[in-house]
Nanobody, 122 residues
């Protein structure tokens, strides 16, 4: 499985941004998720979604501002980010699991994309 994340960029505080993650290879999966890592910090969970998209999960810090979704026909997962804050600045990574495990733990994911930089200016 290969994952390609895109959509990052520079945005002002309060602005929106949408990230995409395209999967290729064997694309059926369990949870797909987004994580982020700011300089000097550990990688942290942002959001996750089940295969059918029926269940979604969010970190408290992004709940109500970010929306995760997936289009299995396009093998693509999205992260719509609204009301962005400077503290959202980080490299954002998409990831996927072969089997359902803990969706919030980075080491429970089997495949990772290369990351896309999101910078929110104050």
């Amino acid at each position: 499985v290969q994952l390609q994340a895109s959509g990052g960029g520079l945005v002002q505080t309060g602005g929106p941004l949408r990230l995409s993650c395209v999967a290729s290879g064997r694309t059926n999966s369990a949870y797909m998720g987004w994580f982020r890592q700011a300089p000097g910090k550990e990688r942290e969970f942002v959001a996750a979604i089940t295969w059918g998209g029926g269940s979604t999960f969010y970190a408290d810090s992004v709940k109500g501002r970010f929306t995760i979704s997936r289009d299995n026909d396009r093998n693509t997962m999205y992260l719509q980010m609204n009301s962005l804050k400077p503290e959202d600045t980080a490299v954002y990574y998409c990831a996927t699991q072969d089997f359902y495990r803990n969706y919030a733990q980075a080491d429970e994911y089997d495949y990772w994309g290369q990351g896309t930089q999101v910078t929110v200016s104050s």
